[in-house]
């Protein structure tokens, strides 16, 4: 019977596109590039949705969260309520509907794209969550009585924000220490305003803050205080640090002027608004002629925001092939429209500047991919002899970031991994440190926002109870 | 937001001293560390490293030299005014340890950072010689400062208009000639003085350490701007530093690197100037 309602009710509209700024025109500015759905697309996109019993969709979503639920209620107009199922089980929506890859979690198992293109799970998620924040009534939930534990959050990334957010709920006193002067993390400083607005960061920060957690900026955790100077005064200490380390193609050249790590090409445009200067003071190269290297996400976005800030030709530099790309589909496709150049397959060897210190130019070799790698990607190997040069007069290197030794070499007793990440009980965050919680990149190495929340709900869920049974 | 509770100008108001409430940084700051700051919303994060500290009363000495934008607007504050935003204290601190004798030398404004390093290794039980140099008389800064803080002080002028006619590298080769008990020199001023400074005591085989101030963004090791070429390897100067074994610094890379934004500087200076006016 069930498998009957579901074949009728096989969706006869097709996946509704979000309309988005046209390619040449967002490639000259810094604004948002989908415009998210209109209530009519996204009620319609929503009635596609099976309403399946057995939805496989909440099984791709490491936060799990009621996806047939939150789109029902959009497919009947009840926007508000959407935004609050949403919220039962993910504290960040806005930012998941922007920048989750949906494609590889939930809508990958979504029935619907078995014989069509599955559900829109996470432009509906956007949708919801920005109606809330623009049109709709935010709720301040009500929190558990006061417990009388402190708690302290290093870090205010994807990680620290929803641990913060669900132990305050639980009743327990949350201040979370930042280290740069503004809260949010790699959501501040690395992802770009066109792909994830700031104002949407600062209004999930703010309705914490409305929650009672404390924010304090600027508060270097290894210099300021350590982690037992931490732990005399809370109850428990949870380090979201991130993956804070950038690291270097290790070639000749490298420091030239004009070659950048994309941590601090990001930074200056993101955290400090470099894109704006001279409004704001912190200068940022505007290369005619741009090279990236690494094809991720950080890779796509540093092409993209080059373009933005004026280059003429910019080009992403990878040593793997195409299907090696860990870039989502989604990003490179958006850099391509844009213009960016793929030039694959190709490794660089040296950097070539002039007497000033500038780079002026990359050697490169060309590579063939051989047997599959300890990652069980082909390894790519070089073309003997197939040195060639690229002008760049910029160039920034984006092939990943390492663990930062700050605040681990100031922390006695926190057991490192050997490539310098905290460890921590994936189920639980905890480390070898007592009273100490940990998780997000600083555990796992670089991954994604979706999964940092993740780990920072399991170390919540841990500490909860590890403060309880006190 | 941090208030200014004193200001002094100094060397022709080139230089400017300001007190500053910031009592964590106060309380955790050592000698060789420094903040980064950032005066107001649009501002940039820039390194000063600290002319020292008091605990007791929960502030900072801010020691900087006029030389752009945002040490420009800097100095236009005044007291009960704010700094938007103070972090630290960054950096390794000096290691400061009692081996004999120790010259401290302190070219421009690099003698504010001198102060309270010298100052550490006269309490660590060290015979110290100070040597401060300036281009002329008028802008020599903390000559009685320096002076308490050492056993003895020298001071150069490059015009001979005050102390010795010459570079703070004359008055040192003198008394590396004279003593053959110095055990270590500590060299922070212009990178020209410094790369110079190194020279001659590599000449002389003794043990040289500089503070560097290159470019920073976030200074916590994250973006790696900061990146200086020492002994052949990147270290960030941010976490690695500030101070390095002034023998294997690459002097010339550190130039070009903090000359990498000069057409922009100019612009900013320009646009704050036209809108003094």
Not at chain 1, 1 to 23: C, W
Not at chain 2, 5 to 31: D, G, L, N, Q
Request: charged letters at 25%; proline letters at 5%; a neutral charge.
């Amino acid at each position: 019977m069930a498998e009957k309602e579901e074949k009728e009710k096989k969706p006869k509209v097709p996946r509704q596109k979000m309309p988005e700024q046209e390619p040449k025109a967002r490639a000259k500015n810094f604004d948002e590039v989908p415009f998210g759905y209109t209530p009519e697309l996204a009620q319609l996109e929503a009635s596609r949705c099976l309403q399946c019993k057995k939805p496989k969709c909440i099984e791709g979503c490491p936060v799990e969260i009621d996806i047939p639920a939150f789109i029902k209620l959009i497919s009947e107009g009840d926007f508000d309520g959407s935004a609050r199922k949403l919220k039962e089980r993910n504290s960040l929506p806005a930012i998941c509907g922007r920048v989750c890859p949906q494609e590889d979690q939930c809508e990958k198992l979504c029935i619907v794209g078995k014989k069509d293109q599955p559900v829109a799970i996470g432009r509906l998620e956007r949708f919801a969550a920005d109606w809330e924040r623009t049109k709709g009534t935010i709720i301040i939930p009500e929190k558990a009585p006061s417990t009388g534990k402190k708690v302290a959050v290093v870090g205010s990334g994807p990680a620290g924000l929803t641990l913060a957010g669900d132990l305050i709920l639980k009743g327990h006193e949350v201040t979370i220490f930042e280290a740069l002067h503004k809260p949010g993390g790699v959501l501040i400083y690395g992802i770009p305003e066109f792909r994830l607005p700031k104002a949407i960061v600062q209004a999930e920060v703010n309705y914490l803050e409305r929650l009672g957690v404390k924010v304090e900026c600027n508060c270097v955790i290894g210099r300021i205080e350590t982690v037992d100077e931490l732990l005399q005064e809370y109850n428990a200490v949870f380090l979201g640090l991130g993956a804070g380390l950038p690291q270097f193609l290790n070639i000749p050249g490298e420091n030239f002027c004009g070659i950048y790590s994309a941590n601090e090409y990001l930074t200056r445009s993101n955290l400090m608004k470099a894109y704006l200067f001279p409004k704001y003071d912190t200068p940022i190269a505007r290369g005619k002629n741009v090279a990236v290297f690494g094809a991720g996400n950080v890779a796509m976005d540093s092409a993209r925001t080059a373009l933005r800030l004026g280059a003429d030709t910019v080009r992403i530099i990878y040593r793997r092939s195409r299907d090696e790309m860990p870039a989502r589909i989604e990003e490179v496709h958006h850099a391509e429209e844009e213009g960016v150049q793929f030039y694959l397959l190709t490794a660089p060897t040296k950097f070539l500047g002039d007497d000033n210190g500038w780079v002026t130019g990359v050697e490169c070799l060309r590579m063939e991919l051989g047997e599959p790698d300890d990652s069980g990607r082909r390894r790519p190997i070089p073309i003997k002899g197939s040195e060639f040069q690229l002008e760049c007069d910029m160039a920034v290197v984006a092939i990943g970031a390492g663990a930062n030794p700050l605040l681990p070499t100031t922390t006695p007793g926190l057991d490192l991994n050997k490539r310098g990440y905290i460890v921590a009980d994936l189920e639980t965050g905890k480390t070898s440190k007592p009273g100490v919680w940990a998780g997000g990149d600083i555990v796992t190495g670089s991954a994604t926002v979706i999964l940092a929340m993740g780990a920072g709900r399991k170390a919540a869920n841990s500490i909860h109870d590890f403060l309880m049974n006190k | 937001m941090h208030k200014i509770i004193y200001k002094r100008e100094m060397a022709e108001k080139t230089v400017c001293h300001f007190k500053v409430e910031a009592s964590r940084i106060a309380r955790k700051a050592k000698p060789g560390q420094f903040v980064v700051l950032k005066v107001n919303e649009t501002g940039e994060r820039i390194p000063l490293t600290m002319g020292g500290t008091d605990p007791t009363t929960g502030t900072i000495d801010l020691i900087f030299q006029v030389v752009g934008k945002t040490t420009a607007l800097l100095r236009t504050l005044n007291v009960g005014d704010d700094i938007e935003d103070i972090i630290g204290p960054l950096g390794k601190p000096t290691h400061i340890e009692n081996i004999g004798t120790v010259i401290c030398v302190g070219g421009g404004t690099g003698v504010a950072v001198m102060y309270p390093i010298t100052k550490a290794y006269k309490e660590a039980g060290n015979h110290v010689i100070a040597i401060i140099g300036a281009r002329t008389k008028d802008l020599l800064i903390l000559e009685d400062e320096m002076k308490a803080a050492s056993h003895d002080l020298r001071v150069t002028t490059d015009d001979g208009s005050y102390g010795v006619h010459g570079f703070v590298t004359d008055v040192l080769r003198k008394i590396l000639d004279e003593r053959k008990d110095v055990k270590l020199v500590v060299g922070i001023g212009p990178v020209p003085m410094m790369k110079f400074l190194c020279k001659l005591t590599k000449e002389y085989g003794v043990k040289t350490m500089v503070s560097l101030n290159p470019i920073m963004v976030d200074a916590t090791g994250m973006c790696g701007a900061c990146r200086v070429t020492v002994g052949g390897k990147t270290r960030f100067c941010c976490v690695d530093g500030p101070e390095f074994d002034g023998h294997e610094v690459d002097y010339d890379e550190l130039v070009k690197r903090q000359r990498a934004y000069l057409t922009e500087e100019k612009v900013s200076m320009e646009k704050f100037m036209a809108a003094g006016k």
